[in-house]
């Protein structure tokens, strides 16, 4: 049992991995609503990551995506 929650974990943390690395790599012209729509996020998402980016710039993607996952949790 634990092991497949560890597993799960980690396929979250891939999932959101990804999704921050599109976010960190958009353009500033793509609007929020694109980027929910592409990424399937809602906009508590896309402001945490985009917190994280701003005040962690030197943060990896899987970094913000743990303290997001962290973030969720509590």
Same mark, same amino acid.
């Given at each position: =049992? $634990? /092991?497949? =929650? *560890?597993? *799960? &974990?980690?396929?979250?943390?891939?999932?959101? $991995?990804?999704?921050?690395?599109?976010? *960190?790599? @958009?353009?500033? &012209?793509? @609007?929020?609503?694109? /980027?929910? *729509?592409?990424?399937?996020?809602?906009?508590? +998402?896309?402001?945490?990551?985009? +917190?994280? /980016?701003? &005040?962690?710039?030197?943060? @990896?993607? &899987?970094?913000?995506? +743990?303290?997001?996952?962290?973030?969720?949790? =509590?």
């Amino acid at each position: =049992m $634990t /092991l497949l =929650m *560890r597993d *799960r &974990e980690k396929m979250k943390l891939g999932k959101y $991995t990804e999704k921050v690395s599109a976010i *960190r790599n @958009s353009n500033e &012209e793509d @609007s929020d609503d694109v /980027l929910k *729509r592409i990424l399937r996020v809602d906009s508590d +998402f896309l402001d945490k990551v985009r +917190f994280y /980016l701003v &005040e962690y710039p030197d943060w @990896s993607d &899987e970094e913000i995506a +743990f303290s997001v996952i962290e973030d969720e949790e =509590m």
